[in-house]
């Protein structure tokens, strides 16, 4: 369980209740859904499969884990360029986010610590071919093909757009850190819960519409989310309907459990 959590950032029995968790670990029934584990090696996940086999018989033991293949020969599958393969459909994916999923991972990229997103750093350097600490269209698309990146996204220029937040024509460094996030860094409970009490600016646990909208209009987050989709954004959201968005309905939408998606045109 807890290698399956490492790789993909939730654990693979999920309930709304404890009751509800322990019913789908009896049956034993997990999946690895494609956008999350598609950058992760079939040894891996060949692993994770004896890790959680159901039959006791059937499950590895401590002295099988450690000398399969994933393990000793320290994930000799996985790929070396998997941020180049799939930044761009992450970018892409952060298109498709509601406006408030945007925003607190607006706040997420800015809380987190240097050793969390070094790799990215690390990319958006590499793209950043003049070093003035943005990115431009074509620094992107030729970062891109460096990487070896062979077919460069047709609208790449549009997912760009909707990544630059504050509309300045190019993408600074949190603008691109909100976009290209790994779920295992924005999906930690800890992590929800400092954003989400950014938004509830009078600590009673819940969102309201007044809050939103006194937060999408601060300078941090200005632009990310413009208050005319607020009301839109609020009721697919709120599952309840008491008109309120509270820490269990924050947490399904950064999971991607939400109702539909408000998307922001300008928007191992």
Excluded at 62 to 70: G, S, V
Excluded at 193 to 221: C, H, M, P, T, Y
């Amino acid at each position: 369980v807890i290698m399956y959590v490492m790789l993909c950032g939730y654990p693979p029995f999920y309930g709304e209740t404890d009751a509800e968790v322990l019913q789908k670990v009896k049956l034993g029934n997990f999946t690895f859904n494609s956008q999350d584990w598609m950058n992760v090696s079939e040894d891996a996940k060949a692993l994770i499969r004896k890790l959680l086999a159901m039959n006791p018989k059937d499950r590895f033991n401590a002295e099988q884990t450690i000398n399969h293949e994933w393990i000793k020969n320290k994930a000799p599958k996985a790929s070396s360029s998997a941020l180049q393969a799939n930044l761009v459909d992450r970018l892409r994916g952060f298109r498709s986010q509601n406006k408030l999923k945007k925003a607190a991972l607006h706040v997420i990229a800015g809380q987190l610590n240097e050793d969390q997103i070094k790799a990215l750093r690390e990319t958006f350097m590499a793209l950043d071919s003049n070093g003035d600490g943005l990115l431009t269209s074509t620094e992107m698309k030729a970062g891109l093909e460096k990487a070896g990146l062979k077919d460069i996204p047709q609208d790449l220029q549009a997912i760009l757009q909707d990544v630059d937040s504050d509309g300045s024509g190019v993408i600074d460094y949190t603008e691109f850190l909100a976009a290209t996030l790994d779920r295992r860094a924005y999906l930690k409970e800890d992590v929800c819960w400092n954003a989400f009490r950014i938004f509830d600016k009078n600590g009673d646990g819940k969102i309201s519409q007044d809050e939103l909208k006194n937060v999408l209009d601060d300078g941090d987050v200005k632009g990310v989310a413009g208050v005319d989709k607020i009301v839109e954004v609020l009721k697919d959201l709120d599952k309840n309907s008491d008109g309120f968005i509270d820490f269990e309905e924050f947490m399904d939408m950064m999971r991607g459990n939400s109702g539909p998606t408000v998307a922001g045109a300008t928007s191992a």
